[in-house]
């Protein structure tokens, strides 16, 4: 185990850069670590003798597990937000994951934008070119979860990074009594896409401590983002409704025969990938641990019923 990285999946790796951010969402499933940044205030969830802080403002370890992994070209600055860091900070980070000659992306995940623009400075946007000067292609994984944060502020600093050439992916989860209506999710998807950010992950929220008012049952979003689907426009579509678990990213296809429907997008267990999975729609459900309990010799058949 290296503090501070994850290796979740094949091609792409986390670097925990920190554990504080400019705002806390109630929602957040990495709260356990966010709540201060003294390891005696987290959350603690299991033997408190054996926590260990998940994040490092050092990232050189993580950095040599990237180095010495050839096939990872994909590296997430995550936190935490990497945005609340100083620049000169964030810029050593940049610095080393930047000279990995098999990296080809470096993703910033930040609610910074939607939150706090005005801390996304010219000194900022220069230390986030850091690895396009190497040959690396940036991305803003950005979460607006409701379209009163498209501010005239925020999208002018979105405007900004899409001049200097970065990427700008949205993720946002469905929350109940915030933005799990139809009307309040094509606001939403049809502004992102209109100020060139594409939605990426629309996820089901995830049941963490305290998040139990937020959670919607898996019929309740399918339904919800069907008919969302049919009012956007074409390229807002290009989401993923998923949800993350710790076997991988499972995402809700749709219903089929009576059957919701469920599809490994992305696995940690390379013999899932791509594998389906079925639950009765009739019978409520808001987490995947039933769905997998139920699956497990592998793919189902959609033209048999359900026993």
Known sequence: ????????????????????????????????????????????????????????????????YIAAHPEIDTVLITGGDPLMLAPSRLRRVLEQVSDIPHLRIVRIGTKVPAFEPARITGEMFDTLEIPSRQGKQVYLMVHYNHPRELTEASLEVIAE???????????????????????????????????????????????????????????EGNELVRQTRARVNGLARAFHYTGSHETGKIEIVGVDNDNLVFRYHQARDPADEGRVMIWPVDQPISWYDDVLERNKTGDVNLNESWS
């Open 1 to 64: 185990m290296v503090r501070g990285l994850q290796h979740k999946y094949q091609r792409i790796a986390l670097l925990l850069v920190n554990d504080f951010c400019s705002a806390y969402c109630r929602f957040c499933f990495r709260k356990r670590f966010t709540l201060g940044s003294d390891i005696e205030h987290h959350i603690q969830t299991g033997d408190e003798e054996t926590v260990e802080r998940e994040t490092t403002f050092d990232v050189s370890e993580g950095v040599a």
């Open 161 to 219: 990074a899409r001049r200097r050439g970065f990427g700008v992916y949205n993720q946002t989860p469905l929350l109940r009594g915030i933005n799990d209506d139809v009307d309040t999710l094509v606001e939403l998807l049809n502004g992102l896409i209109t100020n060139g950010i594409v939605s990426y992950y629309l996820f089901h929220c995830r049941p963490t401590i305290g998040n139990e008012a937020f959670m919607m049952t898996f019929q």
